[in-house]
């Protein structure tokens, strides 16, 4: 079965420091997402990307924040200057030929910021 | 009010047991539920999707929405040990992102 896959499965960071999360996700999809769940919490919306644009953010996505689909089929999400409550799991996600489909998940990047 | 609302549980069962979930919304625009297992340190794995009200069944998974109340409910048949989890549900607007709940975590004993 298709599955999302993300890399690396943990990361660890200097505060300030930037760092590139990287998704692979099923290849005909077309809408792409992150979220994050900080450590006993919620799974969080970050950002949705559809047609090489950012179609809707929360405001957890600040200017720290961005994202890319540098090529036909890698995902990023780029954090440019790590806090200390960055720390936390990265999942990305994509669903199918329109935004209703259900969403799939990868298993997350944990992300440990020093 | 929180706009997704699960039980955190745990909810512990003997093996074979129907396990039975909850989930309660505030927001009218939902009109498509997702029920997610995640296992520790794994990401959310899609068990079921419904659009709209009504029951759907999939295996030992029955979903079950009821816009009228905003209330959610999954079913698990004959539960396994495997089973033992945390359960969220995810409900979202059209074209739009998902709100997780908490999540319930589920214990099943052998």
């Known amino acids: 079965e298709p599955e999302v896959t993300q890399t690396p499965s943990h990361q660890v960071t200097q505060m300030g420091q930037e760092v590139i999360l990287r998704c692979v996700p099923i290849s005909n999809h077309l809408y792409f997402y992150w979220y994050r769940q900080i450590l006993g919490q919620k799974v969080e919306f970050l950002v949705s990307?559809?047609?090489?644009?950012?179609?809707?953010k929360s405001e957890i996505f600040d200017d720290q924040f961005s994202v890319e689909r540098p090529d036909g089929s890698n995902f990023t999400l780029k954090i440019r200057s790590t806090k200390l409550e960055d720390s936390a799991m990265y999942f990305c996600a994509s669903s199918d030929v329109d935004s209703n489909q259900p969403q799939h998940f990868g298993d997350g990047t944990r992300l440990s910021i020093l | 009010q929180k706009e997704v609302e699960q039980d955190p549980g745990p909810l512990s069962v003997p093996e074979g047991a129907i396990v039975s979930l909850n989930c309660t919304y505030s927001n009218s625009a939902f009109q498509y539920f997702m029920w997610y297992r995640q296992y520790s340190r794994k990401g959310p794995e899609l068990l079921m999707y419904t659009y709209s009200s009504g029951n759907k069944e999939d295996g030992r998974f029955t979903a079950q929405v009821d816009k009228s109340s905003k209330y959610i409910s999954l079913f698990i048949r004959d539960s396994q040990p495997s089973d033992s989890a945390t359960y969220l549900c995810a409900p979202a607007a059209a074209g739009n992102k998902l709100t997780f709940g908490g999540g319930t975590r589920v214990l099943v004993k052998p």
């Open positions: 990307f559809y047609n090489n644009e950012i179609s809707e």
